[in-house]
Nanobody
Framework: QVQLVESGGGLVQAGGSLRLSCAAS????????MGWYRQAPGKQRELVAA???????DYADSVKGRFTMSRDNAKNTMYLQMNNLKPEDTAVYYC????????WGQGTQVTVSS
């Protein structure tokens, strides 16, 4: 059974940084392209970053240049380094396959104050 556990969120001032982690289990993690998603209040969940099985990332325009996604296949873990955070980055962040096919974890709350 696929299990995804996100962590690392918190409250930070605008311009600050956070590093999110996603621990994955129940699948052969290394073969799947993965994604970081976020859902702000009243909005649909959106994909903000994706990474191939080989570690090549891609980003939504809204976070390009500020967020860095990486993965450690040996640890079944992926990360999202978020720098220069803005209030509009406030959301619950989730990890999943890049197509969002698996069951969602509980997410981790990121709140950016202005």
């Amino acid at each position: 059974q696929v299990q995804l556990v996100e962590s690392g969120g918190g409250l930070v001032q605008a311009g600050g940084s956070l590093r999110l982690s996603c621990a994955a289990s129940g699948m052969i993690f290394k073969i799947y392209p993965m994604g970081w998603y976020r859902q702000a209040p009243g909005k649909q969940r959106e994909l903000v970053a994706a990474i191939t099985s080989g570690g090549q990332p891609d980003y939504a325009d809204s976070v390009k240049g500020r967020f860095t996604m990486s993965r450690d296949n040996a640890k079944n873990t992926m990360y999202l380094q978020m720098n220069n955070l803005k209030p509009e980055d406030t959301a619950v962040y989730y990890c999943n396959k890049n197509t969002g096919d698996w069951s969602w974890g509980q997410g981790t709350q990121v709140t950016v104050s202005s």
